[in-house]
């Protein structure tokens, strides 16, 4: 593994231009990439380094000294190795890439008897995944991938879940996917929702790059936050809760932003990530899906 870190600054704020900086730092044209937005009178650099090259401290103090704006950002890269040899990868989809409207608002059914009367945090899906069937970005997307996302849950096409399925992973089951039409009829699309029967153990303290952000008062189990621009995420398990995990499993908490006044058809729920074995990242790997991000975790004794 390799922590990443890239400095973006606009290079029209330096005396004499960015030149002078990159030049003094000895970032040439491999680490730094440099582009004129005329219409923002900004020239947008990006120098991206290993965290430890000696560039990179000389290069913050000659932004430092010049007072220039700096926008940091650090993260882990990690090698084919490392991601075969984790117990469990964060199956992370990145950002909204992938993602497709569905949910609650759609007409999905919860049970919420044991939800969080505050968050929501806790409602257990009893029905197939409603999304919208309306928007042709929406309709495209099913088109186009073979993987994508509704608010963090997985849908995949029913050929991946076939292979899924006869791969024998353990804690895995589906759900049906429906695409809501402008009338109200439900159409079934050749796509499953990913499930999992297993919820991990709250993390460990000891992981970084993770935490509370807004943590509801009520439950303390929704609100955290894996967005943290300068500590690349490291999420850390106890031993003893690894052991009991399964190849497909949802971590206990809770993200993203809630809307929750005790209604499904006006709500936003919080979303969980799910932690899968490599296997399951083999598979879709070998199924084309790739721009999926993978993280794997860090086993320690507390
Ligand atoms: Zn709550």
């Known amino acids: ?3 990443r870190v890239e400095v973006e600054f ?3 704020s330096i005396p004499g231009g960015e030149q002078v900086v990159l030049e003094a730092a000895r970032c040439g044209v491999d680490v730094a990439r440099v582009e004129d937005i005329e219409v923002l009178n900004k020239t947008f650099v990006e120098v991206t ?4 090259d000696p560039r990179l401290p000389v290069l913050l103090r000659l932004l430092q000294d010049r007072g220039v704006k700096v926008w940091e950002r650090r993260w882990d890269e990690y090698t084919e190795a490392e ?5 469990l990868l964060l199956l992370a989809p ?7 409207n569905g949910g609650p608002r759609w007409g999905t059914q919860y049970d919420l008897s044991a939800a969080c009367p505050v968050c929501a945090a806790g409602a257990r899906q009893t029905s197939a995944l ?4 309306v928007y042709r970005e929406n309709v495209e997307m099913f088109e186009e991938n073979r993987a994508v996302t509704s ?5 995949v096409d029913d050929r991946l879940a076939e292979t899924l399925t006869s791969a024998g992973l353990s804690g895995l089951s589906f759900r049906g996917v429906c695409q809501v039409q402008e009338d109200g009829r439900r159409v079934e699309l050749p796509w499953r929702q990913i499930c999992a029967a297993h919820t991990m153990p709250s993390v460990s303290p000891r992981s970084i790059g993770f935490g509370p952000r807004r943590v509801c008062p009520s439950c303390g189990r929704s609100g955290f936050s894996m967005f943290d621009e300068m500590v ?6 106890r031993a003893r809760d690894v052991v009991g995990a399964e190849d497909v499993n949802r971590m206990w908490e809770y993200f993203g932003d809630v809307e929750w006044k005790g209604e499904l058809k006006t709500a936003m729920l919080p979303y969980t990530h799910f932690l899968v074995t490599p296997k399951v990242r083999r598979i879709f790997l070998d199924a084309g899906v790739t721009g999926f991000d993978w993280l794997p975790i860090r086993v320690v004794d507390v």
């Open 49 to 52: 380094l290993d965290h430890d």
């Open 94 to 100: 990145p950002a909204w890439t992938y993602n497709v």
């Open 232 to 237: 690349p995420t490291r999420l850390a398990y």
């Open 10 to 12: 606009n290079g029209r």
């Open 130 to 133: 409603m999304v919208d069937g």
């Open 83 to 87: 991601f075969h040899a984790a117990p």
């Open 151 to 155: 608010r963090m849950e997985i849908l």
């Open 1 to 3: 593994m390799k922590t």
